[in-house]
Nanobody, 126 residues
Framework: QLQLVESGGGLVKSGGSLRLSCAAP????????IGWFRQAPGKEREGVSC???????NYADSVKGRFTISRDNVKNTVYLQMNSLKPEDTGDYYC????????????????????WGQGTQVTVSP
């Protein structure tokens, strides 16, 4: 069973920044696509960003230009750098992983992922 542990959430003012981390202790392979999702209060979970096993990235339109996903395969950690945060970015953020040999493709839908972290809360005040 693959374990994912998110961290880095917190309370920040509008315009501020946070960096979320998704650690995978015990990873023995880099062939995993990783996605970040978020769920705002009262709303469905939505895809935010993803990275393929080869480092290809994709972003939701709502975060393009503000968020950056990156991965450190040595540390088995994926990061989500969030800049210019807005109140509408508030929510619980989850990382997810799925084994993938395709180094170019990452996934934006929940059902495409097999492993999930417990989430970290992000609150952006006006």
């Amino acid at each position: 069973q693959l374990q994912l542990v998110e961290s880095g959430g917190g309370l920040v003012k509008s315009g501020g920044s946070l960096r979320l981390s998704c650690a995978a202790p015990g990873f023995t392979s880099n062939y995993y696509a990783i996605g970040w999702f978020r769920q705002a209060p009262g709303k469905e979970r939505e895809g935010v960003s993803c990275t393929s096993s080869g480092g290809t990235t994709n972003y939701a339109d709502s975060v393009k230009g503000r968020f950056t996903i990156s991965r450190d395969n040595v540390k088995n950690t994926v990061y989500l750098q969030m800049n210019s945060l807005k109140p509408e970015d508030t929510g619980d953020y989850y990382c997810a992983a799925v084994f993938s040999l395709d180094e170019l493709l990452c996934f934006s839908r929940e059902y495409e992922y097999k492993y999930w972290g417990q989430g970290t809360q992000v609150t952006v005040s006006p």
